[in-house]
T-cell receptor, first 116, second 114 residues
Framework: DAGVIQSPRHEVTEMGQEVTLRCKPI?????LFWYRQTMMRGLELLIY????????DSGMPEDRFSAKMPNASFSTLKIQPSEPRDSAVYFC??????????????FGEGSRLTVL | GDSVTQMEGPVTLSEEAFLTINCTYT??????LFWYVQYPGEGLQLLLK?????DKGSNKGFEATYRKETTSFHLEKGSVQVSDSAVYFC?????????????FGTGTQLKVEL
């Protein structure tokens, strides 16, 4: 069975450029989460969706970040304009339901972003 | 809000040594607790969980007991292997206004040497 699929796996870009990260959750999962991982701050929740609707975006650092989920099988995280401090590994995760039952998140392999 | 504190790493052990990774939490209610593991180059995956006080979660030789009196959920393994080298994250599930979410600790890197 396919897991959570993220693309690109690696992205190197220059400051000021737009970055778009993509995620395909596991089929049938109706909750989707975007996390950012850095050495300094560990794993931070940026935003999560339930049934394609954003539920909590309090972790989104600033207006440069935006996330969408146009349908149940696709989500994007966009950074515009990008800055060097955005360099991190961005993880997408999905879960069946709203974590009420199992509490288990299924993570993708991550997108490593480097902003020069 | 709720939070999780883990011991800092890296933790370096010889194969077959005993492992303890400490985790304590702060929560207003009674959260469910989890340990996730991240192998190099991969995403996190669930290792074990406990949903109420005194529950013991176990998997792959690892275990952790939910201690409400000490607000702890320490991860233990009696005999580690080189293949256990990874980063381990303690997490809690909290109920927010909009639903459930997982809050993770900063992670503890484990290195197991021959």
């Amino acid at each position: 069975d396919a897991g959570v699929i993220q693309s690109p796996r690696h992205e190197v870009t220059e400051m000021g450029q737009e970055v778009t990260l993509r995620c395909k959750p596991i089929s049938g999962h109706n909750s989707l989460f975007w996390y950012r991982q850095t050495m300094m701050r560990g794993l931070e929740l940026l935003i999560y969706f339930n049934n394609n609707v954003p539920i909590d975006d309090s972790g989104m650092p600033e207006d440069r970040f935006s996330a969408k989920m146009p349908n149940a099988s696709f989500s994007t995280l966009k950074i515009q304009p990008s800055e060097p401090r955005d360099s991190a590994v961005y993880f997408c995760a999905s879960s069946p339901g709203r974590l009420t039952d199992t509490g288990e998140l299924f993570f993708g392999e991550g997108s490593r972003l480097t902003v020069l | 809000g709720d939070s999780v504190t883990q011991m800092e790493g890296p933790v370096t052990l010889s194969e077959e040594a005993f492992l303890t990774i400490n985790c304590t939490y702060t929560a207003t209610g009674y959260p469910s607790l989890f340990w996730y593991v991240q192998y190099p180059g991969e995403g996190l995956q669930l290792l074990l969980k406990a949903t109420k006080a005194d529950d013991k979660g176990s998997n792959k030789g690892f275990e952790a007991t939910y201690r409400k009196e000490t607000t702890s959920f320490h991860l233990e393994k009696g005999s580690v292997q080189v293949s256990d080298s990874a980063v381990y994250f303690c997490a809690l599930k909290e109920l927010t206004g909009g639903g459930n979410k997982l809050t993770f600790g900063t992670g503890t890197q484990l290195k197991v040497e021959l």
